[in-house]
């Protein structure tokens, strides 16, 4: 099994990872100088859009894949012409787009927060009329851990706020007065097969994900996965994607898909029967998906700016490293923790003891 | 963490790969043209002894380590003296020395069968008058997977005995008439801190591992784990040692020990809070020893000679594939699968699945 991977960050690292089971070789391609994936393959270093290096990364891949969205959606589609390269190109294309992501959202009848398509300020402040205030501003496109967007709380925030996120096209979007953001990573292989992990929930510090909770039969489980295969199939998906939701009383709103493997799934490597970083590897390589059960409670808490102690975090039971190999730098992702526990209560109190040896710098 | 292991076969390799989250760096010494764990690090190509390989070793290590009992202990005391390398010789030394293995059990009051050490015909003679027939014969160093023993079932077997073995020092070992052998793998840290894994039960093939079953709440859990706190104690030991136990009836009769990570351990990679190999890196490492819990029932099969077809085994639900990337040859472990399940009764469906996909050829 050859997988080629366009990006070799974290996300390319962890699948390579995955694929040492598989006696899988690797090659990435990334316009950095040490892309932390390169310990476990080849790197190509080179331009994203680099004709030679997408050459050899096809001659030397069998399957090929992503682990970032904002990939050019027409590169994908050149790749997929030679070699399986998934997620498939529209994927992409619709994942980047928020506006795009929204309205497919809508066509499934899958319930979102009232948005509105906003390309002039003009267009705000009709949007703003109808939805009202809070509202967040974002960027369609480009947009990730909180960057390009603007939270709009008093008619001050609006004006001129199409100016300030830089005159590209937006959208606004109502504020949701939620109890909890969750995740669903879900998995679909080339004929069809779909399987998701126990929804996940969310908290954010400054925009970037600070800790996931793997969820034991949350109520709104199927509800997810239901909306969750809505969106495969109709995309025709292939690999990995992660779903974010709002849970608001008896409802779950969508917010935005990722099209890769996430960050909120880091838990499955150890607390499922088989990872997302494995199912992505076993979708794009047409092999059968493993099961996806929750083994044991279960959380993951990210690692930014700054590594904490080691020896001190290692030594709260049930906790796992993930050192990406990273330097560190404020706001960089430099790694995570996974914390497994017999019992949720047992859960809550590691969280707790690892949660106070974080040096996280968010920049 | 920079490791050096003396070995590059696949325990080296499931090493390097419970090293990835500590973005640890391995170098393996190995005479083999391509052993498999070079995949993941450097490979030093030279004999086990070469002065020049193992200097390089310990310049490129901070911590060194053996995969497998038969090496010199004399070379382990002299990489001793120029960095922490574990297990300490002494435990290397008794555990590929039968008599010196049973000599420990006697002392530490750990129960065995009978046995007594032979180094002549005359002697075997005598020890059969008192030990009786049937019993084994073995050699008492360089013997693994049934390799370098003899039943002995009547008289007829015993004439000739001591020379078809190659006139080589022997124990003689009475036959236990067990219900099952089982394994109980533990890991000591510099401090002394000890833990263990559930006991694991196996069944063994011409001699060779075929299956292990992580076993919950076994009755003799304790006294396993009793046993062996007193062999890694006395011993001062650092790292994983398994013990394999025979269970007649009430009895834990201890049969050996291998001072490395081992088959029956395999399990822990998927099915416990912290694998085998990990724990194994973090004592090495001088860091805390992660927890051990059985997350899930689980089991282990091994794929010796010949590879399954791995779609077929991947359809079977809570499987997951190691293959270790040798070339086939009958005899030869090239990988092992791990089934994971809710609960024994799947876990037995999903042996009996696997089993019959499993082409193994023994040789």
């Known amino acids: 099994m050859r997988i080629g991977i366009v990006g070799g ?27 932390c994936a390169a310990l476990h393959g080849r790197h190509l270093h080179a331009a994203w859009d680099d004709a030679e290096a997408l050459t050899a990364l096809v001659d030397s891949s069998d399957a090929l894949t992503f682990e970032f969205e904002n990939v050019d959606p027409a590169v994908v589609a050149r790749l997929a012409e030679q070699r399986p390269a998934y997620p498939p190109a529209q994927a992409l ?24 398509r906003i390309d002039s300020q003009a267009e705000l402040d009709d949007a703003i009329a109808e939805i009202g205030l809070p509202a967040v501003l974002k960027t369609r496109t480009l947009g990730y851990d909180g ?32 109890d ?35 969820l034991a039969d949350h109520p709104l489980q199927r509800v997810a996965a239901d909306y ?9 998906y292939v690999g990995v994607m992660a779903f974010e939701f709002f849970v608001a009383g008896d409802d779950l709103l969508a917010n935005e898909i990722a099209p890769r493997v996430h960050n909120s799934g880091h838990w499955t490597i150890e607390g499922a029967t088989t990872s997302q970083f494995e199912n992505h590897l076993r979708a794009i390589a047409g092999l059968p998906l493993g099961a996806t059960e929750r083994l044991t409670p279960c959380a993951m808490l990210n690692v930014i ?17 993930h050192d990406y190999g990273k330097a560190p730098r404020p706001g960089r992702k430099l790694g995570h923790i996974t914390i497994l526990a017999p019992d949720e209560a047992k859960l809550d109190e590691r969280i707790e003891a690892v949660e106070a040896l974080l040096v996280n710098d968010l920049g």
């Open 305 to 321: 700016g700054a590594l904490p102690e080691r020896e001190a975090v290692l030594a709260v039971p049930g906790t796992r490293w």
């Open 228 to 236: 969750a295969g809505r969106v495969l199939k109709r995309l025709d």
């Open 93 to 116: 294309a619709i994942a980047r787009d928020r506006w795009a992501e929204k309205t497919l959202f809508g066509e499934l009848e899958i319930p979102v927060a009232p948005v509105a």
């Open 147 to 178: 960057k390009g967007q603007k939270v709009l709380r008093e008619r001050a925030d609006v004006s001129g706020a199409f100016a300030e996120l830089g005159e590209v096209p937006l959208v606004l979007e109502g504020f949701v007065d939620f």
């Open 180 to 214: 909890h953001e969750v995740s669903l990573i879900a998995v679909r292989d080339p004929v069809g097969e779909t399987r998701v992990w126990s929804l996940v929930r969310n908290e954010h510090r400054q925009g970037m994900l600070h800790c996931s909770i793997a």
């Open 9 to 35: 960050g974290q996300l390319g690292r962890m699948l390579a990872e995955a694929g040492a089971g598989f006696d899988a070789r690797f090659t990435f391609l990334d316009p950095g100088d040490a892309p």
